[in-house]
């Protein structure tokens, strides 16, 4: 009988490790996703929305699944090279192959020829530049080209009777193909380019800017640029008494547009990616951002938001990030921007609306 | 017009350069070495007037002194602590700039990891149309940069020429052994230098501050301006380094003006470039005096 006893003991213990194992084998793995954002440099403001974009998708997945993601974060430092050393960190030590990329044009240009060679996901929430549409089949991205802004805004600037413009651009991947695209659709409206300037990232002093192109007199100046260099130049154009109306792309679009520039900014016109602001999707996230961050999310934590969760549905449905790609081109997908679909190049599919600063608020106009 | 605003625009240059270039002289001349920390310093100077001014809402006129002395004071804590040591310990010239170099990336990431990497604004009032003059503008702000520029840089002067301190200043910038001699203590004027040289830093910072909005790396490049100034004007000149900030400032200027933004800091170089190979002694020509003991 005590033989019998002691049997049994071993079977019970066999048969609860056996179970604990099978338990511990049917249990989901983590779903890991890198995000390389310009937390600091020149395009720190804008990485830092995106981040805090991500993050809040990440809270909300992580409390509602069983099926949790981690979310590993690099620094690109507004450097292509900083961004191609973190995207080989996230790859060969982290093995992450789907990156959120909250960094510029250039910095994703600079990762696009790794990712499609290594085949790692790379989805854009920042880089508008129109080269990024032909950056490769890996290469996905919810921030709208920058052709399309540069070109609804020249037709817009024409239609409002305007017909000399100077163009102010960051000199990267992305200011000049804006520039370019503005040009050609302005000439095609019969307008004319006074001048097109091309700007260091980081710079603050516009002065001599702000004057050789009061000397062209231009009706108004397209800024291409982020939003603490427009507000500067708007700034030390206003002091030296040069007034044109101040045209813009949606990087402008942010709360520090209107409080650091104040009734100098009243009456720009700015371009933004169409959000329907009105979906419940939207409100919900902007409600918990603000709640979070103390600030109304621009569209860079909506793209964020979005690419974490379109990245993470696609994974669980498919779980094969090849897969992941074919479902992203496929589907269609509601997130906080409203309903998100994709060409055959990974761009994104949206609407275009303006936007007017009226008495400190941005109000569509169309 | 546009002559004028451009001669505006260099005077105003000038006068932020001439004060950046002599915050540095004024510490190099006795310890004879690169102390890139001042980049560091003219960024505090203007972080820190934009906690006291902007996050915790002081009068700005008692934020800047505050702002300065706080950042003079660490400027001092800086050479006490690091660089006083390290001399003692007959340190080299090179390895005192890797020192300086590496406590201004510290510095430098302390403010990002506080304030954040974005163009901060400092603006102390509505920005509004400047004052004409003939067709060109000045700013309220660019007049008080031009008038405290040039009256620190007098008040310095005046201070090294008549003052016990200042004289000790100038017999330690000028041979350090003999001043010992003669019974100067130098390692106390070297704080005085810093001292005064990090104030003067740290008005400068918050003066571009006011006008161009403030980032952690604003420093870097200010200091370079002020660096290159005070060689290709003249080591130990006070005119040659006027001299230089005004050829500096006017490259900038036109280069901006008629070229473009990417050319101005090749154009400060190769300014610098061409002076040390063919004027060593920069435009005021003057050998530092020395007398070998």
Redesign the interface.
């Known amino acids: 009988m005590k033989r019998f006893n002691y049997q049994l003991e071993i079977i019970t213990v066999i048969v609860t490790v056996m179970l604990l194992e099978g338990c511990h084998s049917f249990e989901k793995k983590n779903v890991q996703i890198g995000l390389i954002a310009d937390?600091?440099?020149?395009m720190?403001?804008y990485g830092?929305w995106v981040k805090e974009g991500a993050e809040l998708a990440v809270a909300e997945i992580n409390s509602n699944s069983t099926q949790k993601i981690d979310l590993s974060f690099e620094d690109s430092k507004s450097d292509p090279k900083s961004a191609l050393s973190a995207l080989e960190k996230l790859y060969n030590i982290n093995k992450i192959r789907m990156i959120v990329a909250g960094n510029s044009s250039s910095c994703v240009m600079a990762m696009a020829p790794v990712v499609n060679d290594k085949k790692i996901l790379l989805f854009s929430t920042l880089a508008s530049s129109p080269n990024i549409t032909n950056a490769g089949e890996y290469v996905f991205r919810n921030r709208i080209s920058g052709t399309f802004e540069s070109q609804s805004m020249a037709i817009e600037a024409s239609k409002l009777g305007m017909k000399s413009i100077a163009i102010l651009a960051t000199?990267n991947d992305a200011g000049i193909p804006y520039i370019k695209a503005f040009t050609d659709k302005f000439k095609e409206q019969k307008g004319e380019i006074v001048a097109s300037?091309?700007?260091?990232p980081?710079?603050?002093?516009f002065?001599?800017?702000a004057?050789?192109i009061k000397?062209l007199r231009p009706e108004a100046v397209f800024l291409v640029t982020t939003v603490?260099?427009a507000?500067?130049f708007i700034?030390q154009s206003?002091?030296?008494?040069f007034t044109p109306k101040w045209l813009g792309i949606s990087s402008l679009k942010t709360d520090q547009f209107i409080t650091?520039g104040?009734?100098?900014v009243e009456g720009a016109i700015i371009t933004n990616e169409g959000i329907d602001q009105n979906g419940k999707r939207y409100i919900e996230f902007s409600s918990k951002y603000f709640k979070k961050f103390g600030e109304n999310p621009t569209i860079y934590a909506v793209n964020g938001y979005d690419a974490i969760h379109l990245l993470y549905e696609s994974y669980i449905r498919t779980n094969n990030i090849e897969m992941v790609k074919y479902e992203l081109l496929r589907n269609s997908f509601s997130g906080a921007a409203g309903i998100i679909k994709f060409d055959e190049n990974g761009d994104v599919v949206k609407d275009l609306e303006l936007l007017k600063v009226e008495g400190g608020k941005f109000i569509s106009i169309k | 017009m546009?002559f004028l605003?451009?001669l505006i625009?260099i005077i105003y240059t000038s006068c932020i350069v001439i004060l950046l270039s002599y915050s540095f002289a004024i510490s190099y001349y006795p310890v004879k070495f690169f102390n890139i920390t001042f980049a560091a310093i003219i960024s505090t100077g203007a972080y820190l007037t934009y906690l006291l001014f902007r996050q915790l809402n002081i009068i700005l006129w008692i934020a800047i002194p505050i702002a300065t002395f706080l950042s003079a004071f660490i400027g001092v804590l800086f050479n006490i602590f690091i660089y006083r040591p390290l001399n003692k310990k007959k340190a080299s010239s090179l390895l005192m700039l890797l020192v300086s170099l590496g406590i201004y990336i510290i510095l430098q990431n302390c403010i990002?990891l506080l304030w954040?990497?974005?163009?901060r604004?400092l603006?102390i009032a509505?920005?509004?149309?400047?004052h004409?003059i003939f067709g060109?503008?000045i700013?309220n702000v660019q007049i008080i940069t031009i008038s405290v520029s040039l009256t620190l840089f007098m008040l310095t002067i005046y201070f090294l020429e008549y003052n016990k301190i200042g004289k000790c200043i100038r017999a330690v910038s000028t041979n350090k052994e003999l001043a010992s001699i003669q019974g100067i203590n130098s390692e106390r004027v070297i704080l005085w230098t810093i001292g005064i040289g990090s104030c003067l830093a740290a008005v400068a910072g918050i003066l571009v501050a006011t006008?161009?909005?403030l980032?952690p790396?604003?420093g870097f490049n200010l200091l370079l301006s002020g660096v290159i100034a005070m060689i290709i004007g003249g080591v130990g000149s006070n005119c040659g380094l006027i001299g230089g900030s005004i050829l500096l400032a006017s490259a900038q200027?036109l280069t901006?003006?008629y070229m473009?933004?990417?050319w101005v800091d090749a154009v400060a170089y190769l300014i610098l470039i061409m002076f040390l190979i063919w004027r060593p002694l920069g435009i005021s020509g003057k050998r530092l005096k020395k007398i070998e003991i």
């Open positions: 937390l600091s440099g020149t720190a403001t830092k000199n300037i091309l700007i260091n980081g710079q603050s002093d002065r001599s800017y004057l050789l000397t603490d260099q507000v500067n700034n206003i002091t030296i008494g650091n104040g009734k100098n | 546009t605003q451009i625009n990002s954040g990497d974005e163009i604004s603006q509505n920005v509004k149309i400047g004409e060109a503008f700013t006008e161009n909005g980032t790396t604003m200027q901006a003006y473009d933004s990417k």
